[in-house]
C-alpha cells in the first residue's frame, strides 16, 4: 500500500535534529499536528465542563472528542473510555477497585512476559484480598508465550487474568483471543495490556476479547496520558473509590479530578494523525485507521526485515525477540560487550537505541539477562531505510573500531 514516508517525516519537528530515533517503544515523538492541537486548547477559552459558558462548552468538546477518538481507535465503545495520568496509575486504579470483589482463596494470573505495571497492581491488590497469584511463564528460547501457558495455570476459582498484547521488550504478540476464550470459559475477567501493541497495530477489542485494554497515546504519536477501554456494562458494577460530589456517571466515576484538557485534545489530534496516514481518504475514521495500520505495518516491518537482515551479519549480537507473531522491536545483547556502553556509543553518533529492561524485568530475567536487559531497538512511523543504515553502520563501528581493523 501507498506509504509516503517523507511526507510523515516533514510533520516531526524533533527530526530537524538530526537523530536516528529507535527509542519509540519508550515513547514516540509528537507530529505538528498533536502539538498544534495542544496548544490550541490552552490558547483558548477552557473550564470546567459544562454548557453555559465558551469555556465550559470547549472542554466538554475536548473531552467528548477525545473519548470517540479513542472509541474508533480501539473499537470501544465511547462510554467505556477512561481518561488517566498513566497506564500504570490507571491499572492500579482497577486493580484496587477489582480486588474489593475477590475473597480469599480467589486466584488472579500474571505472565513474566509483562511490563510491571501489569504484573506488581495485580500481586499487590491480590495480597490485600488474600487471593493467590499464578504465574504463567513464556519459553525464553523463542519469546513465545502460549494460550497453553496460560492454561496450565487456570482454575474455578480464577477471577482475572493479566496479559500483555505485546511485550514492549521483546515484541512478542501472544493469541490474546484464545487466551480469552480460555479466560472467560473459566468465568475469568480479562485485563490487557495494549500499550505497546497500540502503536503497531490495528486494535479491535471485541476480537481480541479483553473486558479491560489500556494504551497510552504518548506511545503512539501522541502526549503523555493513560487510557482504558472498558465494557461500559462491566464498568456499571465496578465501584472505584471517590470523592462524595464528584460524577458516579461512567466512566467519570473513573477519573479523578479534573482532566487535562490540552493532553485530550492532543490525543484526539494523535489519532487523527494516524487516520491520516490511510492511503484512502474516504470512508469512517474507524475504516481509515483500519487500513492506515495495514500500510504502517507492511513499513515498519520491511524495516525490520532490513535490520534483522543487517545484524545476522554480526557474530557477538544475540537478537532475543524470535517470536513468529511480534512487532517491530528487537532486543539484542552482545557477547563479552556491556549493551549500556554500546547505547552510549550509538547516542553520542545520533542513534537512539537504548539499554535496559525497560519495567520488564521479569521478562528480563527468565531470559537470563538479569535486571540490565539488553539494548532496545523499535521503529515508529517516522524511520526510514537511512536509520537503518546508520544503525547497522554505528554497530559495526562499535564492534569493530577502526583501529582493530587492520
Not at 491499572?91 to 484496587?96: A, E, G, K, Q
Not at 487456570?154 to 480469552?180: C, D, F
Request: proline fraction near 6%; glycine fraction near 8%; aromatic fraction near 8%.
Amino acid at each position: 500500500m501507498s506509504y509516503d514516508l517523507e511526507a510523515v517525516r516533514a510533520q516531526f519537528p524533533a527530526l530537524k535534529a538530526g537523530s536516528a530515533h529507535f527509542d519509540s517503544p519508550g515513547g514516540s515523538q509528537t507530529p505538528q499536528p498533536v502539538i498544534d492541537a495542544i496548544a490550541d486548547a490552552l490558547a483558548n477559552p477552557l473550564s470546567n465542563r459544562g454548557q453555559s459558558t465558551l469555556g465550559e462548552r470547549n472542554a466538554e468538546a475536548i473531552v467528548t472528542g477525545a473519548r470517540q477518538a479513542l472509541a474508533d481507535l480501539l473499537g470501544a465503545s465511547p462510554s467505556g473510555i477512561v481518561f488517566g495520568r498513566s497506564a500504570t496509575q490507571l491499572t492500579y486504579d482497577f486493580s484496587r477497585t477489582l480486588a474489593k470483589t475477590w475473597s480469599p482463596g480467589d486466584e488472579v494470573v500474571v505472565t513474566r512476559l509483562d511490563h510491571d505495571s501489569n504484573i506488581r497492581p495485580w500481586i499487590q491488590a491480590a495480597a490485600t484480598a488474600g487471593a493467590i497469584v499464578r504465574w504463567a511463564d513464556f519459553d525464553p528460547a523463542t519469546g513465545e508465550l502460549t494460550a497453553a501457558d496460560i492454561r496450565a495455570v487456570l482454575s474455578e476459582r480464577t477471577r482475572l487474568v493479566a496479559v500483555t498484547a505485546a511485550s514492549n521488550l521483546l515484541g512478542t504478540r501472544p493469541a490474546v483471543p484464545e487466551i480469552a476464550r480460555l479466560a472467560h470459559e473459566t468465568g475469568a475477567l480479562l485485563y490487557v495490556d495494549g500499550v505497546h501493541y497500540t502503536a503497531h497495530a490495528r486494535v479491535d477489542i471485541g476480537r481480541l476479547g479483553a473486558d479491560f485494554f489500556t494504551c497510552s497515546p504518548y506511545k503512539f504519536l501522541g502526549p503523555h496520558l493513560g487510557v482504558i477501554a472498558g465494557r461500559p456494562g462491566l464498568l456499571e458494577t465496578l465501584e472505584p473509590d471517590k470523592l462524595l460530589p464528584s460524577p458516579n456517571s461512567v466512566p467519570e466515576r473513573f477519573e479523578l479530578g479534573t482532566l487535562p484538557y490540552e493532553l485530550l485534545a492532543g490525543t484526539h489530534a494523535a489519532v487523527d494523525f494516524l487516520a491520516g496516514l490511510s492511503p484512502h481518504r474516504d470512508g469512517t475514521r474507524r475504516e481509515r485507521l483500519a487500513s492506515a495500520f495495514t500500510a504502517l505495518e507492511e513499513h515498519e516491518d520491511t524495516l525490520r526485515l532490513r535490520i534483522e537482515e543487517g545484524l545476522s551479519r554480526f557474530e557477538a549480537i544475540t537478537v532475543h525477540s524470535r517470536a513468529a507473531e511480534r512487532t517491530p522491536t528487537l532486543l539484542l545483547t552482545i557477547r563479552g560487550r556491556s549493551t549500556l556502553e554500546a547505547y552510549r556509543y550509538l547516542a553520542d553518533r545520533g542513534i537512539y537505541a537504548p539499554s535496559g529492561s525497560f519495567y520488564a524485568l521479569e521478562a528480563s530475567r527468565r531470559l537470563g539477562l538479569g535486571d540490565a536487559g539488553g539494548l532496545r531497538v523499535g521503529l515508529a512511523p517516522y524511520n526510514n531505510a537511512e536509520d537503518v543504515e546508520r544503525l547497522l553502520q554505528g554497530l559495526s563501528d562499535y564492534l569493530y573500531p577502526a583501529s582493530e581493523a587492520r
